[in-house]
């Protein structure tokens, strides 16, 4: 079924590409031709170790830090009201609103980069992870307490466990807006990434490089993705959750 999706999307690339021409749309053929290209001086190449390096530090820092948050939050009544008023005022302004503020903060080094991709991703995680643990049935608590469990046992044997979907369905929704990101960072301040090679390309007038960029992006994320839900369902396998 892939196989005969993949041909039909294809399909009708193709005709678009000859009702509209390459000025507008670049063919496959011409697509492929431009990667080559692009792959041969190691342009492709570069772009797109670049582009996965930064969305995968900026991603694992952004769960790394709300998984945490998010357990904390769900747990404890007084940090949840001290934090929720930022999260929910922080969440709403886009990465792309603080690209020029990172940059003249942090240069145009990778920091930049990863710093608005964290951005992306760590409310989505947070959020996610909150919704777990307030989703809990009180009465599970409860009765692990009146056996005698601390604070850490609660969390580690019943919290955690009833959490872990939660997380992962937060960390696959924050890794897909990371991608959204990193064109809006790297078109602005940067000279190597998927993002830059797609503004490099329409500045030379290069539509099929354009194409080349675009789609390499969403090869990327599906790799990404897949690894991510291979990976997860092991996790999620002992609880009885498929992805």
């Known amino acids: 079924m892939y196989a005969i999706s993949v041909a039909v999307g294809i399909g009708v690339w193709q005709l678009l590409a ?20 692009l792959a041969s001086d190691g342009t492709l190449g570069n772009s797109v170790i670049a582009s996965g390096r930064r969305i995968l530090i900026g991603w694992g820092l952004g769960v790394a830090v709300g998984v945490p948050v998010g357990l904390l939050m769900g747990r404890l009544p007084v940090i949840r009201l001290l ?9 709403f302004i886009p990465p792309i609103a603080f690209v020029t ?11 930049s980069k990863i710093v608005l991709i964290f951005y992306t991703s760590v409310f989505i995680v947070t959020l996610n992870t909150i919704a777990g643990v307030l989703s809990i049935d009180e009465s599970k ?6 056996l005698g469990a601390n604070r850490w046992q609660v969390m580690r044997s019943i919290v955690l466990p009833a959490t872990v979907p939660h997380i ?7 890794m897909g807006n990371s991608f959204l990101t990193i064109v809006s960072a790297e078109i602005v301040a940067a000279q190597v990434g998927l ?10 007038g290069r539509i099929d490089w ?14 990404f993705d897949r690894v991510l839900r291979i990976v997860s369902s092991r996790v999620l396998r002992r609880y009885g959750v498929k992805l």
């Open 18 to 37: 000859m009702r509209y021409g390459s000025a507008l749309v670049a063919s496959p053929a011409q697509t492929v031709k431009a990667a080559k290209e």
């Open 83 to 91: 934090l929720d008023p930022y999260i929910e005022f922080f969440r």
């Open 101 to 111: 503020l990172a940059v003249v903060w942090l240069g145009i080094g990778e920091s």
């Open 141 to 146: 608590l409860r009765a692990a307490t009146s």
């Open 168 to 174: 992962v369905t937060g960390a696959r929704l924050a």
């Open 195 to 204: 993002g830059a090679l797609i503004w490099t390309s329409r500045n030379y």
């Open 210 to 223: 354009v194409f080349v960029g675009i789609i390499t992006l969403g090869i990327l994320g599906f790799v």
